[in-house]
């Protein structure tokens, strides 16, 4: 069947299965994913007016790098199964694209063999089998999809600490531990090669993780990306956190405001920030009303662009459940902190998750009075 997206056509198979986030070839709910790709790109490339070629490593249906060699991009599209690498150049011919180069091989060789300004790596489930080879050859940007969830957050415990070389912990910010677990391993496979790492956009939605990171090839930059790294201690109890960075763990044995013992202790994560505000809002302002997820894409920019720097959220409605008192609007939620002299914020992993320089327990005190 044909489908359209971004004002290019594709021709995709027809047994298409919907709500399924990780489809073979083509995935209509990674749309949003994929307008977002587009509108950073343009912004990467006002930002890096050198960057011409793009990779995309993991091709499929070829929908992105038809769409980035329609905006202009010098595209290389790769994938090692027969039936992709037909697909893809089927589709970008369709769309008049036949400059496009495509490689039917094993991706990593590529990358070893080949230089590219950027690099977009969107495998099925976790991406780190393909990060060194990006990190060693990608000139400035590597864009990331991760699928595997559960993984990242620590629901699955095992998977995650093999995948990530890090222990995930499933916590009541899980969507955010899987941001920091992700940005965390990213980063570290770029200090083998002497890259440091920048996260200039970075977005949990519905079931995956999607990070751009920006490069700075230099030892003193992996350096730098690497004192973002450091552990987080969370009780079970109470919902209290306490950050530190380092790559050696001094974990908290009893929480600070409750005295409990229930401490889970994750880390190495990214306790960074995983956006760059300014080309945030300059990725919002390249979204055209002709993308179909632009509203969406548009909101979704405007919360990054006020969150908290803090390195997890809080979810309003898990916090009154655990104090034994109802929710009230969010927005006189944040007010209160606010007005107790507290740093506020909604956060984008959903509609009661926010983020606040206040700990637990100061943010009891300041919103307890209101909520009874």
């Known amino acids: 069947m044909r489908v359209t997206e971004g004002g290019v056509e594709l021709e995709v198979p027809g047994e298409q299965t919907e709500g399924v986030e990780e489809s073979v070839f083509y995935n209509p709910r990674q749309e949003l994913n994929r307008d977002l790709t587009i509108a950073t790109l343009r912004a990467f490339r006002e930002r890096e007016d050198r960057a011409d070629s793009y990779l ?5 249906s070829g929908i992105r790098g038809v769409r980035a060699a329609d905006d202009g991009w010098d595209v290389t599209c790769c994938d090692v199964e027969p039936d992709a690498v037909d697909l893809a150049r089927a589709n970008l011919e369709r769309n008049g ?8 091989r094993n991706v990593t060789a590529l ?3 080949s230089m590219f300004d950027v690099i977009d790596l969107d495998p099925y489930g976790t991406p780190m089998p393909f990060a060194d080879a990006a990190f060693s050859r990608c000139r400035d940007l590597v864009c990331v999809t991760a699928t595997d969830t559960a993984p990242l957050c620590g629901a699955h415990f095992n998977s995650g600490v093999r995948s990530y070389s890090a222990v995930p912990q499933n916590t009541d910010y899980h969507p955010e531990m899987g ?3 992700l940005l965390s391993a990213l980063a570290r496979s770029a200090a083998r090669f002497d890259v440091g790492v920048e996260p200039i956009l970075t977005h949990a939605t519905s079931h995956y993780v999607r990070t751009y990171l920006e490069l700075d090839r230099k030892p003193t930059a992996a350096d730098a ?3 973002h790294l450091g552990y987080v201690s969370s009780c079970e109890d109470c919902l209290y956190r306490e950050a530190e960075h380092g790559l050696i763990a001094n974990p908290l044995e009893t929480c600070p405001n409750c005295g409990g013992e229930r401490l889970l202790v994750a880390g190495p994560i990214w306790l960074g920030p995983y956006r760059d505000r300014e080309f945030v809002a300059d990725v919002r302002e390249r979204i055209p009303d002709a993308f179909g997820t632009a509203e969406k894409g548009r909101e979704l920019c405007v919360m990054l662009e006020e969150e908290l720097d803090e390195p997890t959220h809080y979810d309003q409605h898990k916090l009154c459940k655990n104090w034994g008192l109802p929710a009230n609007a969010m927005d006189d939620f944040l ?11 909604p956060a984008h992993y959903g509609g009661t998750t926010f983020k606040t320089d206040a700990s637990v327990g100061k943010m009891f005190d300041a919103t307890s009075d209101s909520l009874e």
């Open 97 to 104: 694209l036949e400059d496009a180069c495509v490689e039917h």
């Open 111 to 113: 990358m070893h063999e």
């Open 179 to 181: 941001v920091r677990i």
């Open 225 to 227: 990306a690497l004192e």
């Open 335 to 345: 007010a209160d902190l606010r007005k107790a002299g507290y740093e506020a914020s």
């Open 56 to 60: 995309d490593a993991m091709a499929a």
